[in-house]
């Protein structure tokens, strides 16, 4: 019984992590394309 929560709990933070680490991919693009942006800017 005790098993069959933790495999549970374990795909729960898997999919934490999954979804943490897509955000964190998302925020890096969206600040490149700002720094990008800025770039332009100065020319």
């Known amino acids: 019984m005790a098993g069959g929560g933790d495999a549970a709990a374990d795909a ?3 999919a ?3 979804r943490s680490r897509a955000g964190e ?3 890096a ?3 490149r394309e700002e720094m990008f942006h800025a770039d332009i ?3």
Do not use: T
């Open 16 to 18: 934490a992590l999954g």
């Open 29 to 31: 693009e969206q600040e």
């Open 12 to 14: 729960d933070l898997k």
């Open 25 to 27: 991919q998302q925020r």
């Open 41 to 43: 800017r100065w020319f």
